[in-house]
């Protein structure tokens, strides 16, 4: 989890039972509700998501997600600045060593297939993701993610050969 995603949460509250599977760590907990909240939230769309849905899903009680991320906008926004991180990391190594545009968009959109593969939920959690943050202002932190999207687009055009095509 990203320090971001971290600062989203909640601290723990001494005394209370965690609720959470035996044997998994904080971490562990954290990650199976981004997890199975991007799952519903691409499934169903914000307004319909259950928090009871969710947490069946993670496999651990409500009163952990409340603990964790406050309420259910808080795991949206968690869920939006986890995949930002992801995203932007990604497109950052795939496009370290690259020069022309041509290597840039390839290694893009590579890195993007791969990123697919390891979780098929994370595009159509996206695309529900923008839709959402139109219909419910409380949500626009999906505005950080576009932001780190159009820095990724911007710097990956950054070549000669994209400078000589837009003076033309």
Excluded: C
Excluded at 4 to 23: C, F, L, M
Excluded at 30 to 35: C, D, E, F, H, V
Excluded at 95 to 124: C, N, Y
């Amino acid at each position: 989890m990203t320090p971001k995603v971290a600062a989203a949460s909640k601290r723990a509250k001494p005394g209370r039972p965690s609720g959470r599977r035996p044997g998994q760590s904080t971490e562990q907990t954290k990650q199976a509700l981004l997890r199975s909240a991007r799952q519903v939230f691409a499934d169903n769309g914000y307004e319909r998501a259950t928090i009871a849905e969710i947490v069946r899903r993670a496999g651990v009680t409500s009163p952990v997600l409340y603990h964790h991320f406050g309420n259910k906008a808080g795991l949206f926004r968690a869920a939006i600045i986890e995949v930002a991180d992801l995203l932007r990391g990604a497109w950052d190594r795939a496009l370290r060593d690259k020069v022309t545009l041509r290597e840039r968009l390839d290694a893009m959109l590579v890195a993007a297939i791969d990123i697919h593969a390891l979780d098929p939920q994370l595009a159509p959690f996206l695309i529900a993701a923008r839709i959402e943050a139109v219909r419910h202002p409380e949500l626009r932190s999906v505005h950080e993610y576009r932001q780190s999207e159009i820095s990724i687009f911007e710097k990956s055009s950054r070549t000669p050969e994209s400078r000589a095509i837009a003076q033309r």
